[in-house]
């Protein structure tokens, strides 16, 4: 009796620690559930026959690949693919560019009114996006670059958050590796090349993601500048699949599915980085 | 979205004028923004074709836009002065551009004599004070879609669907056993959606002198007909609510008999293995009734090229032209005179379709009906879930349409300032 109390006081905090466990692996599973559902739900979809997507079963009864088909054959889908990748690679690799320029500069150098023109530009992160599409707009139009892949990258170059990340993340750099490099005789561009950027290579992966990611799910702007089917972007492409009445759901899923592999890709591969990327500079020490 | 659009159309007030556009082509391009579905773009360019080839130095240059895409860049391009030369505009937003000046009224170029074989109905969309901003494209207005074989296995003649609301009522109650999950109906909310019920009962969205009518004894009971559906005779599955079965789903999957659907819903339920048909919307104390969807076809003010424009949309709403929208995409013809054409055996609903469009009611002619309902469907919504009475709700949603048809006016005023 009294061997059997001892026994049970000594299993009860392991068994509170299992159950504590088992509570956190529930919760997890339920929050892992609701953000895999519409994933899983997009890829089902895109197997299902047309007509069928509200059928109440979830696996395909009769899967079918002829939606990828039809989405590459019928409906340009590799087109707009290229076009995707062609602006989504050229404006994140630039835009990354400027920003780790202009983030040197401004955490490295010093000119008149530094201070004074960071902060501008950071409060213009306050004006919401929207509010430039009609001006850019004219701009683009006056200068002819209607339908052309320079309207879709160019306007959104000049990235501020970038900026923002880059510098503060620059400025935890020791001072002290700077002016050592400087007595070795190494100019702006040696310490930006052999020293800033190797170190801040995980929140310029980042931003190169986080700028990827954007112009790949860009939908407003690439719409607007783009009057030829030839130039349409694959967010573009996807909104073609909402007609007036009906919404092409297994073809809008086929090439949704699709569309999220190059993300996925980047991701996966650049994983480390872009954890890492998010918490640096974080805390300055 | 929807501050987008305002200030698109703040800024695009400013900028309707002239244009200047290059044309390195030799002779008149047309530019054409359209909206139309797979099949029926493989029909317009087919037309395109037989166009261009029949008015040699006339080039037609299609783009396809988004449906969802087309307003936003529509305004846009009115603020930079880029627009098209015609548009395929939905017939709620053609007097939101054609008041601010930047649709062509085509009068003096010749569409007077195409005017009187379109379906007024559809016709009377284009139309603003006495001028013609454009020719219907497409017409359509909600039907009443009903499964056969549901009727038969409820013991209900599937030859005879409900023809008044009270037998509707009647019809739904054999149809809905709730322990199964079957309803008699699913419906949608929002005004659009609401305008049959409210149109059947004598209601209407504004008075002739344009004042907000929705509050009137019509309407009211119109919609509350639609509330008591769900919450007073049980026969509605709460298609309407957030998180409920959309109505043409649950139709398609069998869980509601009955749903209100148009001409584009046939092609998908056939494919799906429905058995259903198609009839009118049941009468109510002011007879039948339906509301008008549809698209128009519109010249920008900004088009160099008006009467060739013109004699585009012309050749679009022709009789052959629009027979081959009705026999090969089962569509309303907008051109009266093609109903001589149609082969009714391969579209056995069309018939139909066109006979509700007798009742069919067009909404007033107001730059702000997209404003009007978005301000009523989240009162319309809190009646149905019982959270207002159908009169306090229609109520203050005419409050904020009064506020919302005042600004309009106002604006109408600077404008012809």
Redo the contacts between chains.
């Keep these: 009796m009294k061997e059997r109390r001892l026994d049970s006081a000594v299993w009860r905090p392991r068994r509170v620690k299992l159950l504590k466990t088992l509570g956190l692996y529930a919760v997890l599973v339920c929050a892992a559930l609701v953000v895999l559902f519409p994933v899983v739900w997009m890829l089902l979809t895109a197997f299902k026959q047309p007509g069928h997507e509200f059928d109440p079963e979830i696996i395909p009864r009769s899967p079918t690949l002829q939606n990828f088909r039809r989405v590459f054959a019928e409906f340009g889908f590799l087109r707009y693919f290229g076009n995707s990748t062609i602006v989504a690679v050229a404006a994140g690799v630039l835009a990354t560019l400027i920003a780790t320029l202009a983030a040197y500069a401004f955490s490295f150098k010093s000119f008149v009114l530094k201070n004074k023109i960071f902060a501008v530009l950071v409060a213009s992160m306050m004006v919401p996006g929207l509010m430039y599409v009609v001006p850019q707009f004219a701009i683009v139009q006056k200068l002819g670059w209607m339908n052309t892949y320079r309207a879709m990258i160019v306007p959104h170059l000049a990235n501020v958050f970038g900026l923002f990340l880059l510098k503060q993340y620059m400025d935890t750099v020791p001072r002290s590796l700077v002016d050592a490099a400087k007595i070795d005789g190494a100019n702006d561009f040696q310490i930006y090349g052999r020293i800033i950027v190797p170190l801040a290579l995980p929140v310029i992966a980042t931003l190169f993601l986080l700028t990827f990611q954007f112009h790949w799910s860009n939908f407003l702007w690439q719409l607007i500048v783009t009057n030829k089917e030839s130039l349409y972007t694959v967010p573009v492409g996807l909104a073609m699949f909402k007609q007036a009445h009906e919404e092409l759901y297994t073809l809008k899923m086929a090439a949704s599915a699709v569309s999220i592999v190059p993300i996925s890709v980047i991701f996966v591969l650049a994983q480390r980085y872009f954890i890492e990327g998010m918490t640096r500079g974080a805390v300055k020490e | 979205m929807k ?2 659009v305002v ?2 159309c703040a ?1 695009s007030l400013l900028a309707c004028g002239g244009c200047a556009r290059e044309k390195a082509k030799q002779g008149v391009v047309l ?1 054409v ?1 359209e ?4 099949e029926e773009r493989a029909l317009f360019l087919s037309l395109v074709q037989e166009f261009q080839q029949a008015n040699p130095g006339i080039a037609v240059e299609a ?7 087309l307003e ?2 529509i305004l ?2 009115l ?2 002065n ?1 627009a ?1 030369d015609i548009g395929r505009v ?1 017939v709620g937003f053609l007097p939101k551009v054609a008041i601010r000046g930047a649709l062509m009224a085509l009068d003096q170029y010749g569409v007077e004599a195409a005017k009187p074989n379109l379906r007024p109905v559809a016709l009377s969309s284009c139309m603003i004070e006495g001028r013609t901003y454009g020719l219907p494209d497409q017409v359509n207005g909600l039907c009443l879609f009903y499964n056969k074989e549901m009727f038969a296995k409820a013991g209900l003649d599937p030859a005879k669907p409900p023809a008044t609301w009270e037998e509707f009522v009647a019809c739904a109650r054999k149809l809905t056993d709730k322990q199964a999950g079957v309803y008699g109906f699913g419906m949608r909310n929002s005004l659009w959606w609401s305008l049959p019920f409210i149109y059947s009962f004598g209601g209407d969205i504004l008075t002739r002198d344009k004042k907000c009518a929705l509050a009137d004894d019509g309407s009211v009971a119109g919609f509350q007909f639609k509330a008591d559906l769900y919450s007073k005779y049980g026969i509605e599955g709460g298609a309407w609510r957030a998180g409920g079965v959309r109505d043409d ?1 649950g139709f ?2 069998r869980k509601y008999a009955m749903v209100f659907n ?1 001409p ?2 046939v092609k ?1 339920l056939e ?2 293995g429905i058995d259903f048909g198609v009839a009118l919307v049941p009468s109510g104390p002011a007879g039948y009734a339906t509301n008008v969807g549809g ?1 128009n076809l519109v010249v920008f003010s900004t088009c160099k090229h008006p009467a060739e424009a013109s004699r585009f949309l012309m050749f679009l709403t022709s009789k052959e032209a629009q027979a081959r929208w009705a026999n090969e995409l089962g569509q309303i013809p907008v051109n009266m005179l093609a109903e001589d054409l149609i082969d009714f055996t391969k579209h056995p609903y069309l018939k139909t379709f066109m006979e509700q469009m007798k009742y069919a009611k067009p909404r007033p002619q107001t730059g702000s009906y997209p404003e009007i309902e978005n301000a009523l469907n989240p009162e319309m919504q809190a009646a149905l879930d019982g959270k207002k009475s159908v009169k306090e709700a229609m109520e203050s949603g005419c409050k904020l349409v009064t506020e919302i048809l005042g600004e309009e006016e106002d604006l109408e005023a600077s404008l012809k300032r």
């Design positions: 501050k987008l200030l698109l800024v530019t923004w909206t139309y579905n797979t783009v396809s836009i988004p449906f969802d895409g936003p860049k846009t391009a603020a930079t880029t098209p939905d789903m398609q999957s148009g584009w819903a998908g494919q799906g698209n």
